[in-house]
């Protein structure tokens, strides 16, 4: 059955928060871009680890307030995580930007990269779902 | 002033992503599986998102600088070049391989799932493995 209420409610969250640090501090809320200026010290980065720390202490915020439990850990092998991380970390860095700052910020811009890199990783990531699972058989 | 902004937008992202469900990698990846066992619902995630800066973006750039800031960092590059097509499209398989993208593979850090670290270890070498190529 389809449960739209909780995803609606967290974009509609994640939303607010990217327009309220473009208002406020003029930053784009792109978290593959915020992640790689806090760790190559980027200049005034104080702001970035301080987002990073709300990002990291929010979800346990809202799962003790709310009672909700922890998702199930992932059932998926050790190489998933390994080969999944480092082609995300490749790419995000390559195409410059990820869902958050091409897909809800660059669209929010109406910018032809953000709208055109959604659309690649979208379809790659539905692709590579469908070969692991329906022609490999889940690996 | 600008710190506890950057931490409030950060505490109500990771709310959003932890609500919506992006932080369950079977529910990301039961999304982005089509043509099995679909589950629509993360489409809400994006949607919900995309309305309110679309919305709300086109007023906020109507402003000469942000109220705290000097200036907008906006990005510059307006280029579609195989860097991008190529990095959204290697991005998109790390995502369908286990299902984080950067964002909630962050958020889910406290959960203190070991496996959600090499995630993040993995994808913070991935990107240094980029830079040097990109640099070059």
């Known amino acids: 059955m389809l449960n739209y209420t909780t995803p609606l409610i967290g974009g509609l969250l994640i939303g607010t928060s990217a327009v309220a640090l473009l208002l406020l501090l003029g930053r784009i809320a792109g978290i593959s871009g915020i992640i790689w200026g806090a760790v190559s010290a980027a200049p005034d980065n104080s702001w970035r680890w301080l987002f990073i720390l709300g990002l990291l202490v929010g979800p346990l915020l809202y799962h003790t307030a709310t009672g909700t439990p922890y998702p199930a850990p992932s059932s998926l092998q050790w190489w998933h995580a390994v080969v999944g991380g480092l082609l995300v970390g490749f790419g995000v860095k390559l195409g410059s930007g990820c869902t958050s700052g091409h897909g809800v910020c660059g669209i929010g811009r109406l910018s032809p990269r953000s709208i055109i890199a959604t659309v690649t990783f979208m379809a790659t990531g539905i692709a590579t779902v469908y070969v692991v699972r329906h022609v490999l058989g889940g690996l | ?136």
């Open chain 2, 1 to 136: 002033m600008k710190n506890v902004i950057a931490l409030l937008c950060g505490l109500m992202f990771g709310v959003g992503l932890a609500v919506s469900g992006m932080t369950d990698t079977a529910k990301v990846l039961g999304f982005l599986d089509v043509s099995g066992n679909w589950i629509p619902d993360l489409a809400f995630v994006m949607g919900g998102a995309v309305c309110v800066t679309l919305l709300a973006f086109r007023l906020v750039l109507r402003r000469a600088k942000p109220l705290l800031s000097a200036s907008f960092s906006l990005p510059v590059n307006k280029a579609i070049d195989s860097r991008l097509l190529g990095g959204a499209a290697i991005f998109g398989i790390g995502w369908g391989i286990y299902g984080y993208c950067p964002g909630p593979a962050l958020s889910a850090l406290l959960y203190l799932d070991l496996k959600t670290a090499v995630f993040m270890t993995a994808m913070l070498l991935g990107m240094v493995l980029a830079n040097r190529v990109g640099s070059t």
